[in-house]
């Protein structure tokens, strides 16, 4: 789906009602991403929502996790990765979802240890 959704905002001029403001967010702030996704560009506009927090001056922590041979799907660790596309039973279509099942394993498992940090760091005094 990547690149249906990369030509849609390619034929959209001014995308300013269609961007989330982020800094309205009342608390810490955490992306991940896989550099691989397939889906849809989740790594470059994960980077926009951190630059966006960090131009507005957003008081929370934020945070961005991304992984280089990650696609679409990061899950819990410690399960098979071999997922990398699979057929939708209902639309009879194809989605490729991108990474390595290595890439996924890693991925998988070092953002569960991080989300938890970050999670613990920033919920606790809240």
């Known amino acids: 789906l990547a690149p249906i959704f ?11 009602a269609m961007t989330i403001p982020v800094e309205k967010i009342n608390g810490a702030v955490l992306l991940l991403s896989g550099e691989d996704d397939q889906m849809w560009t989740s790594t470059p506009f994960s980077e926009l929502v951190i630059e966006r927090l960090r131009e507005r001056q957003f008081p929370h922590p934020f945070q961005h996790l991304h992984y280089p041979d990650a696609g679409h799907l990061i899950l819990s660790p410690y399960l098979p990765t071999p997922v990398t596309a699979s057929g939708h039973p209902l639309r009879k279509a194809y989605f490729a979802y991108g990474g390595t099942p ?11 240890t991080n989300v938890f ?7 606790k005094a809240h």
Not at 102 to 112: I, R, T
Not at 117 to 123: A, T
């Open 102 to 112: 290595q890439g996924g394993a890693f991925a998988n498992a070092d953002s569960w």
């Open 117 to 123: 940090r970050f999670l613990d760091q920033n919920l």
């Open 6 to 16: 990369l030509a849609s905002l390619a034929a959209t001029p001014d995308t300013t």
